[in-house]
C-alpha cells in the first residue's frame, strides 16, 4: 500500500514548516546559491551566496491543499556574488536553517526573473511556494 496524507494534514505541516521560518524577532531570509543542493539541510551550505532576500514577516500565506505560498513578492534585492543561481537555503531570523529547496525561472520551489546573477544588479524573487505530498 501507498503512503497517503489528507489535505487537512497536508496543510498542517506545510504551515508548521512555515512557522518554523517565521519564528523569533525579525523576518527570514532567502540566501540564493550556486553550486548543487545538498544531500540534507542538515548538511553545510556549499557554493557561492549570490543574493540574499529578506522576506516578509510572516514569509507565507496559510497553506490550502498542501501548499503554502510566499506572501508579498515579488521581492527584489541586488546580487552580492556573480554565477549561476543553484538552490537556495530559507533560515529563520536568527540564521538557522528551516529548509532548501530548488530555483528557478518557473516550475521550481523558488522562482527567480534570472539565474544569472551580476554584482550589484537587481535580481527578484517571483514566487515560491512550500508543498507536502498529495495522497
Do not use: C, H, Y
Not at 43 to 67: E, H, M, N, R, S
Request: aromatic share 4%; charged share 10%.
Amino acid at each position: 500500500m501507498a503512503f497517503r496524507i489528507p489535505t487537512s494534514v497536508r496543510n498542517a505541516a506545510a504551515d508548521a514548516i512555515v512557522d518554523a521560518l517565521d519564528a523569533g524577532v525579525g523576518a527570514a531570509t532567502i540566501e540564493v546559491r550556486s553550486g548543487s543542493q545538498p544531500a540534507s539541510a542538515n548538511d553545510a551550505a556549499g557554493g557561492t551566496v549570490l543574493a540574499t532576500f529578506t522576506l516578509a514577516d510572516p514569509a507565507f500565506g496559510a497553506a490550502t491543499g498542501g501548499v503554502a505560498a510566499l506572501l508579498l513578492t515579488p521581492r527584489s534585492t541586488t546580487g552580492s556574488a556573480a554565477g549561476t543561481a543553484g538552490w537556495f537555503r530559507a533560515k529563520d531570523s536568527t540564521g538557522a536553517t528551516v529548509f532548501d529547496g530548488s530555483v528557478g525561472t518557473s516550475g521550481a520551489d523558488m522562482n527567480l526573473n534570472t539565474l544569472t546573477i551580476s554584482v550589484g544588479v537587481a535580481v527578484d524573487l517571483v514566487s515560491g511556494t512550500v508543498t507536502m505530498p498529495a495522497g
